[in-house]
């Protein structure tokens, strides 16, 4: 009975899903049926790349001088956020979860963002520290994705940037505990309140749970995409020595 309840009512919602993706364009019609047992994304539009070519020759040997003239070109663009990131981590079995976060900083020694410690992302790299990135710049066609370790940030990087967070984020740090459950946004807003009225503008620390990561690359890829799906890619892997290669890879 319990089986058949929950069978009946995930029908139901999956139902009622269909026929609001149907509704919006988004699915085709013939294909939006619960009998079918698929539904296929109806293409909207079909954009042909610029066939903008990325060669051997145009890369820069080392994967950092690459990524920063990709990401100057990114910001000339006018892209809202270029230093919007997705950040995939997994579990030490391999449960893998991914979230977007912004790059605040990026030099010789690796990229960095900052987070709650204790949240999801921050418990999967404490079992497991290591981490994919990936950069979408749509407008440029473009793709960067980067491997490496993940290690913690010094304490006095981390202070140093918490203070150059905007009041309201500064007073979340302390209200937010990231990834955790909460009864209400009522709840959530009322617990801003308090630590607002605790640590006055100019006068908040920051939590001892809240700090900054670096990945640290050892291999990074350019993508650059180009008609007919035949597009560019670009491997770079880092050698024991530092050094790097550099390998084309099919798209």
Same mark, same amino acid.
Request: aromatic share 10%.
């Given at each position: ?13 999956m139902g ?10 988004? /699915? ?12 296929? +994304?109806?293409? +909207? %539009? ?14 820069? #040997? ?5 990524? /920063? ?6 910001? #000339? ?9 997705? $950040?995939?981590?997994?579990?030490a079995d391999?449960?893998?979860?991914? *979230?977007?976060?912004? /790059?605040? =900083?990026?030099?010789?020694?690796? @990229?960095?963002?900052?987070?709650? +410690? ?16 990936? @950069?979408?710049?749509?407008? /440029?066609?473009? =793709? ?14 981390? &202070? ?9 984020? =500064? ?13 209400? *946004?009522?709840?959530?807003?009322? *617990? %801003? ?22 990945? $640290?690359? &050892?291999?990074?890829? @350019? ?6 799906? +035949? %597009?560019?890619? @670009? ?13 084309r890879l099919?798209?």
């Open positions: 009975m319990i089986r058949r309840t929950r069978e009946a009512s995930a029908t139901s919602v009622t899903c269909l026929q609001s993706a149907v509704a919006l364009g988004i /699915l085709e019609e013939s294909a939006a049926t619960l009998e079918e047992g698929t539904s296929v +994304l109806k293409p +909207l %539009h079909r954009w042909e790349h610029q066939d903008r070519p990325l060669r051997r020759r145009d890369l820069a #040997e080392d994967p950092l001088q690459q990524f /920063l003239r990709w990401y100057r070109e990114a910001e #000339e663009a006018n892209l809202r956020y270029p230093n919007a990131m997705a $950040v995939a981590t997994a579990t391999g449960k893998p979860s991914v *979230r977007m976060v912004l /790059l605040r =900083q990026v030099d010789e020694r690796g @990229f960095v963002f900052y987070t709650n +410690l204790e949240s999801r992302k921050g418990r999967e790299i404490a079992e497991n520290p290591r981490a994919a990135l990936l @950069f979408y710049w749509e407008p /440029l066609e473009r =793709q960067v994705r980067i491997e490496g370790r993940v290690e913690l940030v010094s304490p006095e990087e981390a &202070d140093e940037y918490f203070a150059t967070r905007p009041y309201g984020s =500064q007073v979340s740090a302390w209200a937010s505990r990231q990834s955790e459950p909460i009864a209400s *946004r009522a709840e959530l807003e009322r *617990r %801003h309140e308090e630590f607002a009225a605790r640590y006055p503008e100019g006068a908040v620390p920051r939590p001892p749970y809240w700090g900054g990561y670096r990945v $640290v690359p &050892d291999a990074y890829e @350019f993508w650059q995409g180009r008609a007919d799906r +035949l %597009h560019d890619r @670009f491997r770079y892997e880092r050698r024991p020595d530092g050094s790097w290669t550099i390998v099919q798209p």
